[in-house]
């Protein structure tokens, strides 16, 4: 039977996969500001804290368990475990596992996590080549950089219809940074891109559960291997992503087509990268920060009334959770993350435990947090008031959590966050010779030095 179908395309849409490609391909080596260069560094830094740190979750022994089961050949590092798979199955555990705390970074723009899908692909085919670390740092630049010009591109409309993101936009930044590492061509790294296209993954469906993290990790394995198909003359459409039924128009009713191109090789998306202080959604960390800010006015929970927050509607739409049953769940709990503010005055990965999430205090605590949503305030801010049994009230503004843009980590609370999640598994001597690796990635003749720092 005939069908009519009418398709809202844009069909003079301009050739954003091919000006990537020759962008990916051809920008010189370091082309970018010593800012930049830094930002990098910190991006690669966070990210393999983050990674190690969640290596023996439950989430990565299952998914450890099942690329084994593949019988993988010993290619590149599992980091933070003894194992090495192949390169594939590594780019897919260490995603997963950079994703699995919900610490990792976030292009605040759109919401993206870049450097899962992105370091995660690149680092896994780095070691298994030899790759030096200057190749490294290039790679993550400007694989970040086709991610997040997509998303920005793209969001608000692609993820409100679903899509996670990340995951569904990191497969063509792990596709980018992987060509470049690989040396492909301007014409296969638009097939790499082309190849990558087709393989988007993740739905908003999953956040809470072990399969949210997969998608970084899945966007990984996608993006590398697009990259190695490419390298072996394997093809896709040129236009792949702009095309009427291509990536963009498909997956998205907005298409800011200027976004990919604008600034092109002069503003790196990396540079508007950010760090989490605490181990959950974004959108929840301007209310804990308020209730950590409470906590040090001297607010316990046994004054308490109830906490009152005012707060975007992207924050109860993503972290709505009254009733958290594990950490996953607590993760995407702004009343979580506010309870366990103003008791432990911090949110880190043990704050997010199924052991804290069932303690008595927490869950007592959380049931007196009321939050409603106003639409005159941004993602980036919230307004809380403590209201106590003595009838006071103490207000609290946030206007930028700490660790936006406009109130980053330091280069120091990077450290001790990284410490935090790496002395447990590898030790305290190890976690600082990681530390100076990774400061000094760009020099590094041979990034297998590092990896082998990152197994047990």
Known sequence: MARNTQ???????????????????????????????????????????CAIGAARHEAAEAAVSAVQLLQPSPQ???????????????????????????????HLKTIIHPAGPVASAVL??????GSSGRDVVDALVLGIDVACRIGNVMYPDHYDRGWHITGSTGMLG????????????EWRTAMALGIAASQPVGLREQFGTMTKPFHPGGAARAGLMSALLASRGFTASPRA?????????????????????????????????????????IVI????????????????????ERIELRVHPLVLELTGKKEPKDGLQGKFSVYHG???????????????????????????TRRKVNATVDDSINEESVQVTAVLKDGRRIDVGVDHAIGSLQNPLSDQQLEA????????????????????????????????????????
């Open 7 to 49: 398709v809202a395309a844009d069909t003079a849409a301009p050739a954003i996969t091919q000006i990537l490609a020759r962008f990916v391909a051809s920008h010189p080596a370091k082309g970018w500001s010593d800012a930049v260069e830094h930002e990098a560094h910190r991006t690669f830094y966070n990210w393999l804290g």
């Open 76 to 106: 590149a590092t599992v980091l933070g475990r003894p194992e090495k798979v192949d390169m594939a199955s590594a780019a897919l555990v260490n995603g997963i596992t950079s994703h699995t705390f919900d610490f990792d970074d976030t």
């Open 124 to 129: 896994a085919l780095a070691e298994h080549s």
């Open 174 to 185: 792990a596709a980018a940074g992987c060509a470049r590492l690989l040396r492909l061509d």
């Open 241 to 281: 992503l702009e095309a009427p039924r291509g990536f963009v128009q498909v997956a998205s009713d907005k298409r800011a087509w200027n976004e990919a191109t604008d600034e092109l090789g002069q503003r790196f998306e990396i540079s508007f990268n950010t760090y989490k202080p605490f181990a959950c959604g």
């Open 285 to 304: 960390h301007p209310s804990i920060d308020a209730c950590v800010q409470l906590k040090a006015r001297g607010v316990t929970p046994d004054q308490l």
């Open 338 to 364: 506010c309870a366990v503010g103003l008791i432990h005055g911090r949110a880190g990965e043990d704050e997010f435990s199924d052991a804290v999430v069932n303690d008595p205090l927490v869950v007592e």
């Open 417 to 456: 966050k990284f410490h935090a999640l790496v002395e447990p598994l590898l030790g305290a001597a190890k976690a600082r010779d990681i530390t100076r690796a990774c400061w000094g990635l760009a020099s590094q003749p041979d990034v297998r030095a590092l990896t082998a720092l990152c197994r047990p």
